[in-house]
């Protein structure tokens, strides 16, 4: 898989990365190592979810050689410099959140949402450390993904970021995310992230996602 990050000017930072992902049912996980360019090469990240209760989130540092767990009031941290926060990363459920309806029949301008029509809908978490004031999302009224997300700061109430969802691929009948696009509105800053080669349901072994794996 491969992100890109791309600053104010325009300067663009490409980073390839593999991505596990693993299914608990009472939360969700997620082993992530990055392995392009040499800077990064060798960082490692693990999220341990947990349904109903905060998810486990540790960071591989090689050239420290030390694991950093991530705060519960770090959350708004970016994750490896990118406009991913890690809150971003986690997991969420329909009970972290409040939600109010705001309107049927949306449509979205960019070619990849020809043809969608999306309900929009806004998300309050009923957690205390979430970075966002609110969140308004785009719901596709045909398969219930979520296309788009803006996200509003918590200090001033505006506009922070947009995340879209730009692709979405059927494989083995399971909708996967596959192109992301992160807007920073403040910094002026996008990160694109493109999942390639994706397989699922291939019996990854739990040993993958433990803190014993991130550190070898």
């Known amino acids: 898989s491969v992100m890109t990050l ?15 992902y693993q299914d608990k049912g009472n939360g969700k996980n997620a082993y992530m190592v990055f392995s392009e360019p040499a800077d990064v090469n060798g960082t490692k990240f693990l999220t ?3 349904r109903g209760a905060d998810s ?3 960071l591989y540092l090689p050239a420290l050689k030390k ?3 991530i705060s519960t009031s770090g959350k708004d941290g970016e994750f490896v410099n990118s406009d991913l926060w890690f809150y971003d990363l ?3 459920y329909f009970e972290d959140n409040t939600y109010t309806f705001l309107s049927a029949n949306e449509t979205l301008p960019d070619k990849a949402f020809a043809g969608m029509t999306f ?23 045909q398969n219930d993904c979520i296309y788009r997300i803006d996200c509003f700061d918590k200090k001033d109430g505006s506009l ?6 730009v692709k979405v691929d059927t494989i083995k009948g399971i909708l996967v995310p596959t192109q992301m696009i992160v807007t920073n509105h403040r910094k002026g800053s996008k990160t694109l992230m493109q999942l390639n080669n994706v397989e699922v349901n291939v019996g990854l072994k739990d040993d993958v996602f433990s803190v014993k794996n991130l550190e070898q």
């Open 160 to 165: 922070l970021k947009t995340i879209l969802t």
């Open 67 to 69: 694991t950093r767990k």
């Open 119 to 141: 309900n929009k809908i806004e998300m309050k978490s009923v957690k205390a450390d979430c970075p966002y004031a609110k969140s308004i999302a785009w719901v596709n009224a």
């Open 56 to 58: 486990d989130q540790r």
């Open 6 to 20: 791309i600053d104010k000017n325009g300067s663009k930072k490409v980073r390839k990365l593999d991505v596990y």
């Open 48 to 50: 341990i979810g947990h």
């Open 90 to 92: 986690e997991e969420r």
